[in-house]
């Protein structure tokens, strides 16, 4: 806006909010607040505007030299943003004590997708924090329509006998059987709403996911990706692809099935 300018004058460290011990003991991230004094210049009137902001934690070395993030000592930190890509983890179900599989799809640009196991074997998406999708819709809506195709998609890693991940995921929601079925479900759980036409359905997913103007995972993260799924998509490919959400739930279940190890974050 030319009518208006920005200006940061000043900036403070505070001391940490909790102690060494406190941060290794309830999981949190030693760190230090970062306050900044901005001023705000109304240009028309010369009015000038000033105020204290909180900007940022800041994690701070401990004296051996390490660095305390998310309850965790470590020597290096590689990074405090995570780069586009995906990253899998297991995480401890309390009700049954179960480790459960789940995965982050961090995009340059875009929706960020979080992919879940429940203590069922139910595996879900969620697309930007929304509500839970369960995976074979999604995968049902981009195009693997029948039972049968899901099934042949994962036949070679969901082997397990007392736990069946996608027959579990179908059984989730028995009501959908078909691509239009799955699209209008998806544009419901996206828009709060109902979608006036098929098309409009397919849009809306499409700009979400694969419309490189709405979603990009950038040269890195499409790098990343193709590296740890052992994909072969095209550099220039950042958008999303069908072949990418089947390969992240692919390497879901082997996490939950302990035949792929996940990531150290």
């Given at each position: 806006n030319t009518r208006l300018e920005l200006y940061f004058v000043d900036y403070e460290f505070r001391e940490p909010p909790h102690s060494i011990s406190e941060c290794l003991e309830r999981g949190m991230t030693?760190?230090?607040p970062i306050h900044v004094t901005a001023q705000l210049l109304v240009k028309e009137?010369?009015?000038?505007?000033?105020?204290?902001?909180?900007?940022?934690d800041f994690p701070l070395m401990t004296d051996v030299g390490t660095f305390i993030i998310s309850?965790?000592?470590?020597?290096?930190?590689?990074?405090l943003t995570r780069f586009p890509g995906v990253?899998?983890?297991l995480v401890r179900d309390p009700s049954s004590g179960r480790e459960l599989g789940f995965a982050k799809l961090v995009a340059e640009h875009g929706a960020w997708l979080d992919f879940d196991t429940s203590n069922r074997g139910v595996i879900s998406v969620k697309v930007s924090g929304k509500r839970k999708i369960p995976v074979t819709t999604l995968l049902r809506a981009i195009g693997f329509e029948s039972d049968e195709?899901?099934?042949?998609?994962?036949q070679d890693v969901d082997n397990a006998p007392k736990h069946a991940f996608i027959r579990s995921t179908i059984e989730r929601d028995l009501s959908i059987k078909s691509k239009a079925d799955a699209l209008f479900d998806i544009y419901r759980k996206l828009s709060s709403g109902e979608a006036p036409s098929l098309s409009s359905a397919q849009t809306l997913l499409n700009n979400f996911l694969f419309n490189p103007r709405r979603y990009s995972l950038g040269k890195v993260g499409r790098y990343k990706l193709n590296k740890k799924?052992?994909?072969?998509?095209?550099?220039?490919?950042?958008?999303?692809?069908?072949?990418?959400?089947?390969?992240i739930i692919r390497r879901i279940i082997a996490v939950n099935l302990g035949t792929e190890t996940p990531d150290d974050i």
């Open positions: 030693y760190s230090s009137t010369g009015e000038i505007k000033q105020q204290e902001l909180f900007f940022s309850g965790v000592e470590r020597v290096v930190v590689n990074q990253y899998f983890t195709a899901l099934f042949s998609l994962f799924l052992g994909l072969n998509i095209p550099g220039n490919c950042t958008a999303l692809t069908p072949e990418d959400l089947v390969q």
